[in-house]
């Protein structure tokens, strides 16, 4: 199953940083359509991470909307959150970590078990 579209709307994500509010991100819209590539580009501390994170569904934004495919991303649950990065997301960590006991095929392999893909299909 493909990704047909990624809307954001309004994006916002802000840290607490003890008594110091800090906005990562500042009402990001975006729209990616099937098919379509992105780079995400900018200097450190402009927000890319944060916008991956919640891409990404590791991090929820703190306000706006987040739709992929027209469903809103924000409304899942903890579990919907994993189970749609299990099922329809991926990406490759600038820092990425492999398990050192697997090979390298192993280790992409890995969440195709978990979703139960079949040995042979998983090769």
């Known amino acids: 199953m493909s990704v047909e579209s990624i809307e954001v ?4 994500k802000t840290y607490r940083l003890g008594d110091v ?16 590539f992105l780079a995400v580009m900018g200097p ?5 991470s944060t916008l991956m994170n919640i891409l990404g569904c590791l991090d929820r934004p703190t306000s706006g909307s987040y739709r992929l495919d027209g469903k809103e991303v924000g409304a899942l649950s903890r579990d919907g959150r994993a189970i749609l990065r299990r099922s329809r997301l991926g990406f490759v960590f600038q820092g990425f970590n492999l398990l050192a006991r697997r090979s390298a095929r192993e280790n992409v392999e890995l969440p195709m078990i ?4 079949s040995s042979a299909n998983r090769h």
């Open 21 to 36: 509010l800090v906005e990562a991100l500042k009402g990001v819209d975006l729209s990616i359509g099937s098919g379509e």
């Open 44 to 48: 450190s501390g402009s927000g890319k």
């Open 9 to 12: 709307t309004g994006l916002v």
């Open 114 to 117: 978990y979703d139960g893909t």
